[in-house]
């Protein structure tokens, strides 16, 4: 790999520091929102759906670009993403937070997905792709940064009086400073080129073995931040934590999941993905039911554990469909965003049981949800 090209690799690696720092702005500011433009809890939940809506859209503009350098749909992903941080930030009415959602998730989507694809084409290039997991680990340790990172934003610039107009601005700048410098990069050129995807390959949407790490996908997304809201509530309401102890539980739910993305990476890379999908699955079960059932202080480690397990899953899915076709990575992502998408009704339910019976039967409910994996990685095993 020449130096152009780690130094591109080197810039791609904080994408997900981006995304997981700026993704965090809006939700914090729902408050403010209401309060500076009069909107209510009904569009601020609209938000959310337009998130999901701009995600998809941002994937298809990915798969736009399959067979072709990724450098384009990276960097106006990035442009894209700053562009929308300064439309929520002139906002005057509800339809251009909307607007501004949508724009965030497709930009967002553009940046993270071209940029990882890169990576993985740039280390297929240099015949080093057996350290593909290595290296999106430094990612995925980037995104665990971002997510510490925008708290700390919001907090800081709040303690200093600095409204929520001027910090969306700033972060615009900060960002479109980065797409601009990763449209000067040299990106690596794709694996297969355009003229090399013909009538010869087997069609994405009929390779059972991308549906199925698709459904896997599916039915992990509810275990991340769905499930991780459910525990803080619970902790509060029905175990005892203080407000300020319930925000530090959640610091459990990390810490387990960077030990995963430094540790134990030779591990996840080495061990089969029907494996993994099995003990996961198994293991996340029984932990969450742990959880549900048994006294406050077990959240603790449960934390650890559901964190560490979780994170090996979410590594060993993400080098999968990066590898699984070369040159169509962005078409193989669709159908994954596409049934990811599709499990926030899983996220919807809960809530409503959450709702009607309790916490404790949400969170019941939620340890169920890992057991959907050993089907998956029965089905993936008999396909290897």
């Known amino acids: 790999m020449n130096r152009a090209i780690r130094t591109t690799v080197a810039f791609l690696l904080i994408v997900r520091l981006v995304?997981?720092?700026?993704?965090?702005?809006?939700?914090?500011?729902?408050?403010?929102f209401r309060s500076d433009l009069g909107i209510g809890y009904g569009i601020a939940g609209a938000m959310f759906v337009a998130y999901g809506c701009g995600g998809l859209f941002g994937?298809?503009?990915?798969?736009?670009?399959?067979?072709?350098?990724?450098?384009?749909?990276?960097?106006?992903?990035?442009?894209?993403?700053?562009?929308?941080?300064?439309?929520v930030g002139a906002a005057q009415s509800a339809p251009w937070l909307l607007v501004g959602a949508f724009l965030d998730a497709t930009g967002a989507t553009m940046l993270v997905h071209g940029g990882e694809i890169s990576i993985a084409n740039a280390l297929a290039?240099?015949?080093?792709?057996?350290?593909?997991?290595?290296?999106?680990?430094?990612?995925?340790?980037?995104?665990?940064?971002?997510?510490?990172?925008?708290p700390l934003i919001v907090a800081a610039t709040r303690a200093a009086g600095v409204g929520w107009r001027p910090l969306?601005?700033?972060?615009?700048?900060?960002?479109?400073?980065?797409?601009?410098?990763?449209?000067?990069?040299?990106?690596?050129?794709?694996?297969?080129?355009v003229a090399e995807i013909g009538e010869r390959l087997v069609p994405i949407h009929r390779q059972?073995?991308?549906?199925?790490?698709?459904?896997?996908?599916?039915?992990?997304?509810?275990?991340d931040e769905a499930y991780l809201a459910t525990v803080l509530a619970f902790a509060e309401v029905r175990q005892g934590f203080s407000s300020s102890g319930a925000a530090l539980l959640g610091a459990t739910f990390v810490a387990g999941g960077l030990v995963s993305l430094t540790a134990l990476t030779g591990v996840i890379a080495r061990t089969s993905m029907a494996t993994l999908l099995t003990v996961s699955a198994l293991g996340l079960s029984a932990v969450m039911a742990v959880a549900a059932?048994?006294?406050?202080?077990?959240?603790?480690?449960?934390?650890?554990?559901?964190?560490?397990?979780?994170?090996?899953?979410?590594l060993a899915l993400q080098t999968t469909v990066l590898r699984a076709n070369p040159g169509r990575e962005g078409a193989t992502k669709v159908?994954?965003?596409?049934l990811e998408t599709a499990s926030f009704g899983v996220v919807v339910a809960i809530g409503v049981l959450a709702d009607r019976a309790g916490l404790r039967?949400?969170?019941?409910?939620?340890?169920?949800?890992?057991?959907?994996?050993?089907?998956?990685?029965t089905a993936y095993r008999r396909r290897q």
């Open 19 to 32: 995304d997981e720092t700026t993704g965090f702005l809006a939700p914090s500011s729902v408050e403010q």
């Open 59 to 87: 994937v298809l503009a990915v798969a736009r670009s399959d067979g072709k350098s990724r450098k384009t749909v990276t960097w106006t992903g990035a442009m894209v993403l700053a562009g929308s941080l300064a439309i």
């Open 125 to 150: 290039a240099a015949g080093a792709g057996h350290q593909l997991e290595r290296v999106l680990a430094r990612s995925n340790v980037f995104a665990v940064i971002g997510d510490a990172t925008g």
């Open 168 to 193: 969306f601005f700033a972060v615009a700048i900060l960002v479109a400073l980065y797409g601009i410098v990763l449209s000067r990069l040299t990106f690596p050129e794709p694996v297969v080129a």
């Open 208 to 223: 059972g073995a991308v549906w199925l790490v698709a459904l896997a996908a599916a039915a992990t997304m509810p275990l």
């Open 293 to 314: 059932l048994g006294p406050g202080w077990v959240l603790v480690p449960v934390g650890l554990v559901h964190s560490g397990l979780l994170m090996a899953t979410w």
């Open 335 to 338: 159908i994954v965003e596409v």
């Open 361 to 377: 039967w949400a969170m019941a409910a939620f340890a169920v949800l890992p057991l959907l994996l050993v089907p998956v990685a």
